[in-house]
């Protein structure tokens, strides 16, 4: 498969004010001409790390392509490197190794952890997620500090704030560089709206704000373009089907596993924008659970502009319809309650 064909897996799927900006890649960042990007996959022998690890390879910006995990990973990389595609595959397994992965990194993907079951939470998690979440932020700190670190072990809306707290200790942290992935939520929410306003997903954005659980996940189907005049109970039915898009998959799996594959293709979209505002694509937006002053909490997902030092701009929420307002008031203490979670963790642990 061609370089200019695999692009066209990593299309933005967040609000953008530049719609061009796939095209100023192709013309100026080919396989040939794009800088030298290491990226590391810290579970990458998971349900999610595999595929994720499969669409790395395949995105022409990865030069040097890590793949860590606590056992499996010799296989998962041999497997892997067989791709005729420019990045350099290597595979590292144990808690020994994790420095060589991270070393010279410039995003660290964490998908590692366990997945939810039928009838867990996303708290269910928590205990498990945030030690290992800990663990592989500390190693951050002191291996490739300078990284962008791309967060997908649920519950994210704890595990961002636990990072930062790790990276205010060890003197490392960057607000600009720490993401929580919710680039899941807005594949959904695209998904979802364009079969019901029956328009081509390819064309659909819209943004979701908030965390990345439950309620705390609020589409913002009034800012959806293409513009349609859906009937409230059908937005209010999108809006809990984009809440609930986890538990969905949870249910259909039967007790085999979570959302990994779709997971895995937002991570990709999201880790391929980071490399974008890295190389110096302009107007790259995405939406993130990011540290923020869009409202009183410490950290919230909304728009974000991404350049070559992580966050460049942290975008408003715009106009809210009146019942995306109160999905926002309902949905703050909710957050603020993990958020704060996390980082009672962090710092009594």
Same mark, same amino acid.
């Given at each position: 498969?061609?370089?200019?064909?695999?692009?066209?897996?990593?299309?933005?799927?967040?609000?953008?004010?530049?719609?061009?900006?796939?095209?100023?890649?192709?013309?100026?960042?080919?396989?040939?001409?794009?800088?030298?990007?290491?990226?590391?996959?810290?579970?990458?022998?998971?349900?999610?790390?595999?595929?994720?690890?499969?669409?790395?390879?395949?995105?022409?910006?990865?030069?040097?392509?890590?793949?860590?995990?606590?056992?499996?990973?010799?296989?998962?990389?041999?497997?892997?490197?067989? +791709?005729?595609?420019?990045?350099?595959?290597?595979?590292?397994?144990?808690?020994?190794?994790?420095?060589?992965?991270?070393?010279?990194?410039?995003?660290?993907? +964490?998908?590692?952890?366990?997945?939810?079951?039928?009838?867990?939470?996303?708290?269910?998690?928590?205990?498990? @997620?945030?030690?290992?979440?800990?663990?592989?932020?500390?190693?951050?700190?002191?291996?490739?500090? @300078?990284?962008?670190?791309?967060?997908?072990?649920?519950?994210?809306?704890?595990?961002?704030?636990?990072?930062?707290?790790?990276?205010?200790?060890?003197?490392?942290?960057?607000?600009?560089?720490?993401?929580?992935?919710?680039?899941?939520?807005?594949?959904?929410?695209?998904?979802?709206?364009?079969?019901?306003?029956?328009?081509?997903?390819?064309?659909?954005?819209?943004?979701?704000?908030?965390?990345?659980?439950?309620?705390?996940?609020?589409?913002?189907?009034?800012?959806?373009?293409?513009?349609? @005049?859906?009937?409230?109970?059908?937005?209010?039915?999108?809006?809990?089907? /984009?809440?609930?898009?986890?538990?969905?998959?949870?249910?259909?799996?039967?007790?085999?596993?979570?959302? /990994?594959?779709?997971?895995?293709?937002?991570?990709?979209?999201?880790?391929?924008?980071?490399?974008?505002?890295? @190389?110096?694509?302009?107007?790259?937006?995405?939406?993130?659970?990011?540290?923020?002053?869009?409202?009183?909490?410490?950290?919230?997902?909304?728009?974000?502009?991404?350049?070559?030092?992580?966050?460049?701009?942290?975008?408003?929420?715009?106009?809210?319809?009146?019942?995306?307002?109160?999905?926002?008031?309902?949905?703050?203490?909710?957050?603020?309650?993990? +958020?704060?979670?996390?980082?009672?963790?962090?710092?009594?642990?």
């Amino acid at each position: 498969m061609k370089a200019a064909m695999l692009r066209s897996v990593f299309k933005r799927s967040c609000s953008t004010t530049a719609p061009s900006a796939s095209h100023v890649m192709r013309r100026g960042f080919s396989s040939d001409s794009a800088p030298e990007r290491k990226v590391a996959v810290l579970g990458a022998a998971g349900g999610i790390g595999q595929p994720l690890a499969l669409l790395m390879k395949l995105n022409p910006l990865v030069s040097k392509l890590a793949l860590y995990d606590i056992a499996g990973t010799p296989g998962v990389a041999a497997d892997v490197s067989h +791709i005729n595609t420019r990045s350099e595959v290597a595979g590292y397994m144990g808690e020994e190794q994790l420095g060589q992965a991270l070393e010279g990194s410039d995003i660290v993907i +964490i998908p590692a952890g366990v997945p939810r079951k039928p009838g867990m939470t996303r708290d269910d998690l928590f205990n498990i @997620n945030a030690g290992i979440v800990k663990s592989l932020c500390t190693a951050i700190s002191k291996y490739c500090p @300078n990284a962008l670190v791309n967060m997908i072990s649920n519950p994210v809306n704890s595990t961002v704030p636990i990072a930062a707290e790790v990276f205010k200790k060890a003197g490392t942290y960057d607000e600009k560089k720490l993401f929580g992935v919710t680039t899941l939520d807005v594949v959904r929410a695209k998904t979802f709206y364009a079969g019901k306003a029956k328009v081509n997903v390819a064309e659909v954005n819209v943004p979701v704000v908030g965390g990345h659980a439950g309620i705390t996940i609020l589409p913002l189907f009034s800012q959806a373009t293409p513009r349609a @005049n859906l009937p409230d109970e059908e937005i209010k039915a999108l809006t809990k089907r /984009t809440q609930d898009g986890g538990t969905e998959v949870v249910e259909a799996k039967a007790g085999k596993g979570s959302a /990994t594959l779709s997971m895995a293709y937002a991570g990709a979209i999201f880790a391929d924008a980071c490399l974008k505002g890295l @190389n110096g694509v302009p107007d790259v937006v995405e939406c993130s659970f990011v540290q923020s002053t869009v409202t009183e909490l410490p950290f919230f997902a909304s728009k974000v502009r991404l350049g070559k030092n992580g966050v460049e701009e942290v975008l408003g929420l715009g106009p809210l319809s009146d019942f995306e307002q109160q999905g926002l008031e309902a949905l703050k203490p909710e957050l603020k309650s993990s +958020i704060e979670k996390g980082i009672t963790f962090a710092n009594q642990s």
